[in-house]
């Protein structure tokens, strides 16, 4: 008997059910090695009588924050907003400017070590600059979240445009591609895993590298990474290398 007859002749229920436990699995492992580390933190915190001064319990930080949640609320509008606005501002220049880098050698040998080389001063000492410029308030929180997140996004798409195959490209400028149609039809679709894998890493950046920074405006930022998530999954699941892909059932 062929293997391949003898995989087709096994019944698609229990390869379904197979794939459908392997993904709950994948959906709950997250929150148990969440929940894992949080009870290691507090029997370690217990088990050393470590001074909650040097390092709190889990439980002691949830007490505090129910204590102040008042205060917190009343703060996390405002952060989450500044963070969005100047993480937004991030997704649209880091686009636009790893289209640039990534399509354009001269662009990227210019102004790559510049970005470098900026992107490598401390955050902390650029932020006492800004309150001075602008004073306290939302447009230096603005500010910090766009300079947190914007080079990520920029180097990565700027990677995924430029590691588009020559042989590719020469196929494409044999057919009557211009640069601009190369770039847009294989090029952003070709960047797409690398926009969103720099987008969960910078939004999380963003909010917490906030001038403002709570627990409330933390979990916002989670919450945006689950969208930012849910997004990916659905524009670029061509990309996806795993083990649904492999145990996908034959046609």
Known sequence: MDVDDAIGRVPAKPRRRSRLRRKAVRKVLPWIVIIA???LWEI????????????????????SGWEWREQMLDN????????????????????????LFGSSTLV??????????????PKVAVIPILVIWFGIGTIPAIVTAFLISFFPILVNVAAGIATVEPELKDVLRALGARRWQIV???????????????????ITFAFVGSIVAE??????????????????????????RGVDAAGAPRA
Request: glycine content about 10%; hydrophobic content about 55%; overall charge positive.
């Open 37 to 39: 580390i949080f009870v």
């Open 76 to 99: 996390a509008w405002q952060t989450f907003m500044t963070t969005v606005v100047g993480f937004s501002f991030a997704i649209i220049f880091g686009l636009i400017g790893g289209v």
């Open 44 to 63: 370690t915190v217990r088990a050393f009588d470590i001074e909650q001064f040097v390092l709190p319990a889990p439980t002691a930080i949830f007490a």
């Open 184 to 202: 847009q039809k294989v090029g952003l679709p070709r960047s797409m895993p690398y926009f969103f894998a720099s987008l969960k890493v910078a």
């Open 108 to 121: 990227y040998d210019g102004f790559y070590p510049a970005l470098v080389g900026f992107n490598s001063i």
């Open 215 to 240: 627990t409330v405006a933390a979990n916002k930022g989670i919450g945006m990474y689950l969208v930012a998530e849910f997004i990916e999954r659905r524009t670029t699941g061509w990309a996806t």
